[in-house]
């Protein structure tokens, strides 16, 4: 069955996007920093239609998410652009444009039913309204042999950590320490999984720290 | 001028111990998972007057900085025991023993005033009842040309990054989420220090990212 993993940017100080996230600044003040160690990549720039950019190790580590990854799962927030001016409208797709740089069939968690909509490209999205469990049995349909990524936001990530369902978490731990923002683990309480220590790749911009996640008592 | 040098075991999730530390559990609940890489090893059993010990790559870590230290700085409550039996006696110095694993002069921050303690082994007791800068410059003193480090607890760690006085920061980053306890950063907000990456040495059991730390505006 494939496997629910998780790849995601944090600082030192535990987050994953700034404060007072907006249309223009939707990582929130500084959140770009925790992502700077990815735009100059040839992998992550390749999939954004943009040519060009660096082959080292950390372009290993975003290729290597990239052939992995058969399928995204994410929240309605970040498929529609957050507070943006498209947040109550529910059949927004605009943030991502006309070729988006999933590849891959994507199903956004939504209260909103709508029919799937084929974008450039290899991007799909599937809008699905009755919760993350059935977004993943239709996300795992779509990945074959490969991972289903949680893509984010944040509460759709939580839900993940805490419902025990992820089976692989790899952290891009970036040297900057935001002072504030969106907490990725946040208090998790009694409901933070066990992991088990992986694979860490360090470059002066950033460590990629690898973790097998433990299935919980709530897993399904 | 000695260096201001923090190393310190976190937790994945941002925790440099467990909730509810008592006295039996000063580390808070689960907060010892924190620290199990260090017990093993020879750099860690020989100061607490303990012999063999593993000598592998976290080894090197803690005897390098056992070489570079040659003074501590420690809050009242870590000195004395936390929230244990001599937490109303200001007079305590039980929680260490009388040949505490320190082995150089230790500057303990508190507001009552008291005579200088010498232990066994090179440890003494300094009380500095007029602020972490002022016994910062006692513990320079003492230091002569190696580091002082901060010792704990939080509030004394948080002080200290707040007012832009570390140098360098180390972090033995435990492949655990602890789901609760005392966040090191919590949200430090416009407080908080720009980072210099530097060395990353990765073991099974935890990971050791070192980062120098620019000065604020508000450093002396």
Not at 156 to 169: I, M, P, R, Y
Request: hydrophobic share 40%; proline share 6%.
């Amino acid at each position: 069955m494939p496997r629910l993993t998780l790849d995601i940017s944090m600082s030192l100080d535990g987050f994953i996007a700034g404060p007072n996230q907006t249309l223009e600044q939707p990582l929130g003040e500084g959140g770009d920093r925790l992502h700077e160690w990815v735009f100059g990549l040839a992998s992550w720039r390749k999939p954004h239609g943009l040519s060009g950019g660096e082959t080292n190790a950390d372009n290993e580590i975003v290729a290597e998410f990239i052939r992995a990854t058969g399928a995204v799962v994410m929240g309605r927030r970040m498929f529609s652009g957050g507070d943006g001016p498209w947040k109550d409208d529910p059949n927004a797709d605009g943030w991502w444009g006309d070729d988006p740089p999933f590849h891959v069939p994507v199903f956004v968690l939504t209260h909103h039913a709508r029919e799937t909509v084929t974008k450039q490209g290899g991007t799909s999205y599937t809008f699905v309204t009755d919760g993350i469990e059935a977004a993943l049995e239709q996300a795992r349909a779509a990945a074959g042999d490969k991972n289903v990524a949680v893509a984010g936001g944040a509460t759709v990530v939580q839900q993940c950590l805490k419902a025990g369902l992820l089976d692989e978490l790899q952290i891009h731990l970036a040297p900057v320490l935001l002072g504030d923002g969106v907490s990725l683990f946040d208090r998790l309480g009694a409901d933070a999984p066990e992991l088990e220590a992986g694979r860490v790749v360090a470059s002066p911009s950033v460590t990629h720290l690898r973790f097998g996640v433990a299935k919980g008592a709530s897993a399904p």
